[in-house]
């Protein structure tokens, strides 16, 4: 036997949720927003671009160096003259090759020296000739590029110091120009080196021989350059000539020793 129960009847209000229930609702997630796409009868007109126009405008406004625009590639058409008018890289560092040949050929010949081409000294020949000693040295078997350098460089400073003690007042030869003189002068010790390579180290007499000869021919060549460049230096031609035989005979001992 069943048994009805009454049910009262559940009243919503107006809002439409069951009182006294807490009861969230649900937002219905919405699609991201969208740009409507321009249709044939849109009013809006077709906004083109034109590339030609926008150059033109461009030429025509000086462009600032922040304003964001680009310069065109006829803007740098100024720069290639400029680049064509610059010196060589070796006259900018100083380097002349015609410079240095001419002084390295003066001294081929020891009787007849061209001192006019030493007038403007320089140090490109000199690093050159001594790199070729060296070189040669190592061909030998003999690592010898700090005794080289050291020596070329006590042996500059001490005719510098032998010329001006001698001028007194009246010497104008300077360090730099002493030091171009010794290393152009070098060259008959590079020669040296070069044909000793081929000689026995048996043959004593001959590598003697050929050091005195060598010797004598850059002697002769740096006493002449020293005496034609310098003030006063005619009259103590012979010290003069003492001190470089000094000099390059120490350069040669290291050749055939």
């Known amino acids: 036997m069943t048994k009805d129960f009454a049910v009262p009847p559940v009243v919503f209000p107006s809002g439409g949720s069951p009182a006294g229930a807490n009861v969230q609702q649900r937002r219905v997630p919405t699609a991201p927003y969208q740009q409507p796409r321009p249709s044939a009868s849109s009013s809006i007109p077709f906004m083109s671009f034109d590339i030609g126009s926008v150059a033109a405008s461009s030429s025509a406004t000086p462009a600032g160096p922040f304003d964001g625009t680009i ?18 890289l070796l006259d900018e560092l100083g380097i002349h090759p015609d410079q240095i040949w001419k002084k390295t050929r003066s001294i081929l010949n020891p009787f007849r020296i061209n001192q006019t081409v030493h007038k403007d000294s320089d140090l ?45 007042r009246n010497g104008n030869l300077n360090l730099h120009t002493c030091t171009s003189l010794v ?13 000793s390579l081929f000689v026995p180290q048996g043959a004593g007499p001959v590598r003697y021989v050929l050091a ?46």
């Open 124 to 168: 490109s020949g000199p690093i050159f000739l001594y790199l070729a000693l060296c070189l040669f040295q190592l061909l030998a078997g003999k690592i010898q590029f700090g005794v080289i350098l050291g020596w070329v460089v006590v042996s500059s400073i001490f005719l510098y110091i032998v010329f001006n003690m001698l001028a007194g």
């Open 212 to 257: 005195a000869a060598f010797v004598f021919w850059a002697t002769r060549a740096c006493s002449n350059l020293v005496v034609s460049l310098a003030d006063g230096g005619e009259e103590h031609r012979g010290l003069i000539s003492y001190a470089c035989f000094l000099i390059y005979t120490l350069f040669s001992l290291l050749v055939i020793f």
């Open 71 to 88: 310069a065109s590639s006829s803007s740098f058409g100024g720069s290639s003259a400029s680049f064509e008018d610059e010196e060589p």
């Open 183 to 195: 290393g152009y002068s070098l060259l008959p010790v590079v020669i040296l080196s070069a044909v």
